[in-house]
């Protein structure tokens, strides 16, 4: 049965807005209470955080300077619970400080074999990899969907557009390895991307290539007109 959000334990409110309305949706108090879970018998933890906060005139900058011994000085924040709220912010300025990641616009076949090489060229095993892109094709995400033995990997689809649909794709490559070297489609190759791509037209997720990577040189589907 559905519970309306003002009938949640208070503890819970926001984890739940969180989930239902996104980051963003969410006081700096709130973000606070989901680190340290739980506040004390007398007030929630987003009303323990509004009191942490208010004592830094609601700046996080100011409360990121707050040593531990400083933050266990405010009843219910035990040690855990200051290392967390230290941690997080300390993440933050961390982040702050890195610079901007260009993301690898993807141009041509010979793109996605600089990216993927590295990772997957000299591998004595198979590995299936896809790479999401933007509506700019450049690549959000990576990642590994299966790993197999030396002649081949089984492929989910479902997992595959599970992640798509996770980091808003609108576009994804396929690309695996061949550890023989052999530079060939396999008729299981040809029809797993057959069956992706056909997959992707329902979901308006286009399949833009498949490339097969060996240590030195890749097969593109698309440069060999199988698309």
Known sequence: MYTPINQWAEDDRPREKFLLKGKSSLSD????AILIGSGS??????????????STQNNLNLLGKLS???????????????ISIAA??????????????????????????DIMQPIIGELPHEEFWVLLLNNSNKVIYKNQI???GITGTVVDTRIVFK???????VAIILTHNHPSGKLQASDADIQITKKIKEAGKSLDIQVLDHVIITEKSYYSFVDEGIF
């Open 68 to 82: 531990i011994q400083q933050l266990m000085n405010f009843k219910g924040i035990g040690e855990a619970k200051a």
């Open 163 to 169: 992640l798509a649909l996770e980091h808003n794709a």
């Open 41 to 54: 018998r007398n007030e929630s933890a987003v009303q323990l955080c509004q009191r942490i906060l208010a």
């Open 146 to 148: 299966s790993k197999g």
């Open 29 to 32: 108090s709130e973000l606070l």
């Open 88 to 113: 997080a912010l300390e993440l933050g300025r961390r982040r702050r400080e890195e610079e901007v990641i260009e993301l690898k616009k993807i141009s041509s076949s010979k793109a996605v074999f």
